[in-house]
């Protein structure tokens, strides 16, 4: 069966610290693996990432898969309040996007 | 914005009822999902289409059934409702039927069941 577990299930920061989030998965016919952040409604698409080693960024956001050992990791520095949020990891399985349960960021002002 | 919409945002009706629930996806892309988000389970996928054919199915129950129809529009239809629907259920469109291509997300529609 399909497994994603996500970690730590919630954290609590200051602005300006940086933050590491885990996912790692066990997918059938895995194909890529997606980072979305939700606030109060639509996930939104933060990274795509298909190939091993190869840091995607995006501002303070970056993150990277290592396929052999089934994990990934999303870092953001610098935190804001705006950072405050929910992160999801979504591994690409058998046509469909596998969701862990999320962690969530406050970050405190 | 994601470009994908879903009508209605809110939706309350009673234990038994019958409801649609409807998706636009973003224009050009030719895949919807459904996926259902409970507070403890997370978002958890339903169904697929690509095109006006189902594609895949994940933990959708037999009360509920979906469509796509040909101007690629999508509906999820959920009968004899139970108080354990109530959820936000999220429609979601991409490009491609199957790889590398991202899900964009609209903003859900919460169900309540009473």
């Known amino acids: 069966e399909d497994k994603v577990v996500q970690s730590p299930l919630s954290l609590v920061v200051h602005e300006g610290d940086t933050v590491t989030l885990n996912c790692s998965y066990e997918?059938?016919?895995?194909?890529?693996l997606l980072w979305y952040k939700q606030e109060k409604k639509a996930p939104t698409f933060l990274f795509m990432l298909?190939?091993?080693?190869i840091e995607k960024k995006s501002g303070r956001l970056s993150s990277i898969l290592d396929k052999k050992e089934l994990f990934s990791i999303l870092n953001i520095t610098a935190t804001q309040t705006g950072d405050s949020a929910v992160y999801l990891c979504?591994?690409?399985?058998?046509?469909?996007?596998?969701f862990g349960k999320g962690t969530k960021l406050s970050v405190k002002p | 914005d994601s470009g994908v919409t879903q009508t209605p945002k809110h939706l309350i009706t009673a234990t038994g009822q019958r409801v649609t629930l409807r998706c636009s996806p973003r224009?050009?892309?030719?895949?919807v999902y459904w996926y259902q988000q409970s507070l403890d389970q997370g978002l958890q996928f339903l169904i697929q289409?690509?095109?006006?054919?189902?594609?895949a199915k994940g933990n959708i129950l037999e009360r509920f059934s979906a469509q796509q129809f040909p101007d690629l529009h999508s509906e999820l239809n959920l009968s004899s409702l139970e108080l354990g629907d109530s959820a936000l259920y999220f429609c979601?469109?991409?490009?491609?039927?199957?790889?590398?291509?991202?899900?964009?997300f609209g903003n859900g529609t919460r169900l309540t069941v009473t």
């Open positions: 979601a469109s991409s490009v491609e039927g199957r790889v590398n291509s991202p899900l964009h």
């Open positions: 224009s050009g892309d030719l895949s």
């Open positions: 289409y690509y095109n006006g054919e189902e594609r």
């Open positions: 997918v059938t016919n895995f194909r890529s």
């Open positions: 979504a591994p690409m399985g058998q046509g469909n996007l596998i």
């Open positions: 298909t190939s091993s080693g």
